[in-house]
T-cell receptor, first 115, second 112 residues
Framework: ETGVTQTPRHLVMGMTNKKSLKCEQH?????MYWYKQSAKKPLELMFV???????ENNSVPSRFSPECPNSSHLFLHLHTLQPEDSALYLC??????????????FGPGTRLTVT | DAKTTQPTSMDCAEGRAANLPCNHS???????VYWYRQIHSQGPQYIIH???NNETNEMASLIITEDRKSSTLILPHATLRDTAVYYC?????????????FGAGTRLFVKA
């Protein structure tokens, strides 16, 4: 247990569906992150939130919409996805995003399949 | 782009030390070296990090060369459960803060 939880753990959705991924951290951290890991590819950073403000958007398509209502919760809203968006989506948190000296803690991920 | 290069895969015998190398020749003075590992389809697990000095914790030791251009992660007594992909990462300062850019990592196979 890392103190970062993600729900659901598995999700199958059609290309016309709208769904949301949820992440919650119980560590008192101020920074949260979304990563995507496609099959046989390295983790790709998608979004970074620092004190509930988005500070990084790594050229992610608009069909992915993040939301950070408070420092403990992070959502990824999904709509009109493509089959190539099928991947493991990982959430992470760290004490701060403004210092390089703090490690990140990752959740278990949501395995997303787009049909 | 990731600022590190690692071997694609390595083998280690159970009970022996596993030494995983990493090159980060373009590292800047304020950038830390981190190691994470990922067991199949799980979230990455933090192992250790350092700036200049060697570091040790309950999981591993991190040896950083004096010029900081390379480092080695040491698992002192590898077990079968240490089979995983090990990522060496340099946290890079960006406009929005520090970013963790993952490369392909080293796939470590611990064999009985």
């Amino acid at each position: 247990e890392t103190g970062v939880t993600q729900t659901p753990r598995h999700l199958v959705m059609g290309m016309t569906n709208k769904k949301s991924l949820k992440c919650e951290q119980h560590l008192g951290h101020n920074a949260m992150y979304w990563y995507k890991q496609s099959a046989k590819k390295p983790l790709e950073l998608m979004f970074v939130y620092s004190l509930e403000e988005r500070v990084e958007n790594n050229s992610v398509p608009s069909r992915f919409s993040p939301e950070c209502p408070n420092s403990s919760h992070l959502f990824l809203h999904l709509h009109t996805l493509q089959p190539e968006d099928s991947a493991l989506y990982l959430c992470a948190s760290s004490r701060t995003a403004t210092s390089g000296s703090y490690e990140q803690y990752f959740g278990p991920g949501t395995r997303l399949t787009v049909t | 782009d990731a600022k590190t290069t690692q071997p694609t895969s390595m083998d280690c015998a159970e009970g022996r030390a596993a030494n995983l190398p990493c090159n980060h020749s373009t590292i800047s003075g304020n950038e830390y070296v981190y190691w994470y590992r990922q067991i199949h389809s799980q979230g990455p697990q933090y192992i250790i990090h350092g700036l200049k000095n060697n570091e040790t914790n309950e999981m591993a030791s991190l040896i950083i060369t004096e010029d900081r251009k390379s480092s080695t992660l040491i698992l002192p007594h590898a077990t079968l459960r240490d089979t995983a992909v090990y990522y060496c990462i340099v946290r890079v300062a960006g406009a929005g803060g520090f970013k963790t850019i993952f490369g392909a990592g080293t796939r470590l196979f611990v064999k009985a």
